[in-house]
């Protein structure tokens, strides 16, 4: 981040945008508090604490970050790509084999790979390893960066709720601010309306309806908090579609929140406020 700040072709504003793991590495950043960060586009990923949400459930150990491990590792090592291929292609054989061993494993010919599955294994409970940043925010959260940052995921995503504890944590202790875009996707993306045999239809979609594509509503919410030029326009002179002015309102709505844990009413009530507009 301090690196690309320090480029001669840089506004000293860094912006971070990225799915899934690459959501990791900006929530993880943001924990360092780089002075140049100026606002984040969390979507589908970010560890509020992956003993509970992410790598582990509650506890208990997602099998399917072998399944994870495996094609990366295929994408990593050139010498054991082979191996991993004939893996996934009799991925099912070596499940029924399941617990595995290190040393006798899917992973066995690209041993960073199953040495970091295993660490994972064998910490059961939640111990240090779990509280380390990368894998862990809800321990570091005085840290995290008070920025503007938008979280999105979709209820059927396997980061739905560590999208949630970010958004609900950051609203309540930080100004921001911060905005949450929830729908019925799953984690390989918002351009499907389908989950399982459920079919939402076109307005559960991203493009068409709150965006034109995912690409422009990450654009509009950068330009929002960095682009001066375009946050001093008179929003009477732009031309915008209805979806594009539900966008902009649920932007202002967010400003708006950042007091909702920080005032009180005249008579000394904390108040909350819900946005559950579509």
């Given at each position: 981040?301090?690196?690309?700040?320090?480029?001669?072709?840089?506004?000293?504003?860094?912006?971070?945008?990225?799915?899934?793991?690459?959501?990791?590495?900006?929530?993880?950043?943001?924990?360092?508090?780089?002075?140049?960060?100026?606002?984040?586009?969390?979507?589908?990923?970010?560890?509020?604490?992956?003993?509970?949400?992410?790598?582990?459930?509650?506890?208990?150990?997602?099998?399917?970050?072998?399944?994870?491990?495996?094609?990366?590792?295929?994408?990593?090592?050139?010498?054991?790509?082979?191996?991993?291929?004939?893996?996934?292609?009799?991925?099912?054989?070596?499940?029924?084999?399941?617990?595995?061993?290190?040393?006798?494993?899917?992973?066995?010919?690209?041993?960073?790979?199953?040495?970091?599955?295993?660490?994972?294994?064998?910490?059961?409970?939640?111990?240090?390893?779990?509280?380390?940043?990368?894998?862990?925010?809800?321990?570091h959260l005085d840290k995290f960066a008070d920025i503007p940052a938008l979280f999105?995921?979709?209820?059927?995503?396997?980061?739905?709720?560590?999208?949630?504890?970010?958004?609900?944590?950051?609203?309540?202790?930080?100004?921001?601010?911060?905005?949450?875009?929830?729908?019925?996707?799953?984690?390989?993306?918002?351009?499907?309306?389908?989950?399982?045999?459920?079919?939402?239809?076109?307005?559960?979609?991203?493009?068409?309806?709150?965006?034109?594509?995912?690409?422009?509503?990450?654009?509009?919410?950068f330009d929002r908090w960095c682009t001066p030029s375009l946050v001093k326009v008179?929003?009477?002179?732009?031309?915008?579609?209805?979806?594009?002015?539900?966008?902009?309102?649920?932007?202002?709505?967010?400003?708006?929140?950042?007091?909702?844990?920080?005032?009180?009413?005249?008579?000394?009530?904390?108040?909350?406020?819900?946005?559950?507009?579509?």
């Amino acid at each position: 981040c301090e690196w690309i700040a320090a480029q001669p072709w840089c506004n000293q504003s860094v912006l971070t945008d990225g799915p899934s793991y690459l959501c990791h590495v900006q929530t993880s950043m943001a924990i360092l508090r780089p002075p140049h960060l100026k606002a984040m586009f969390c979507n589908k990923g970010g560890f509020w604490n992956a003993h509970q949400s992410g790598v582990r459930n509650g506890g208990c150990y997602e099998a399917r970050q072998w399944i994870l491990a495996i094609k990366h590792a295929g994408k990593n090592n050139a010498k054991g790509r082979d191996a991993l291929e004939e893996v996934e292609k009799n991925i099912s054989g070596w499940l029924k084999r399941y617990p595995f061993k290190r040393g006798d494993s899917p992973l066995s010919s690209s041993p960073e790979y199953e040495n970091y599955i295993f660490d994972q294994i064998e910490h059961s409970d939640y111990d240090d390893y779990w509280k380390q940043i990368g894998l862990n925010t809800q321990e570091h959260l005085d840290k995290f960066a008070d920025i503007p940052a938008l979280f999105m995921s979709g209820w059927h995503d396997i980061y739905c709720r560590s999208t949630i504890e970010f958004f609900c944590h950051l609203q309540r202790t930080k100004k921001g601010p911060f905005l949450l875009i929830m729908g019925p996707w799953q984690h390989t993306g918002v351009t499907s309306h389908t989950a399982g045999e459920v079919d939402f239809g076109v307005s559960a979609l991203i493009e068409g309806n709150l965006a034109s594509t995912i690409h422009s509503l990450t654009r509009r919410w950068f330009d929002r908090w960095c682009t001066p030029s375009l946050v001093k326009v008179n929003p009477d002179q732009l031309q915008r579609t209805t979806n594009e002015q539900r966008l902009a309102s649920a932007i202002a709505a967010a400003e708006h929140l950042t007091k909702r844990d920080h005032d009180q009413d005249a008579d000394g009530t904390h108040y909350e406020v819900s946005n559950a507009s579509g």
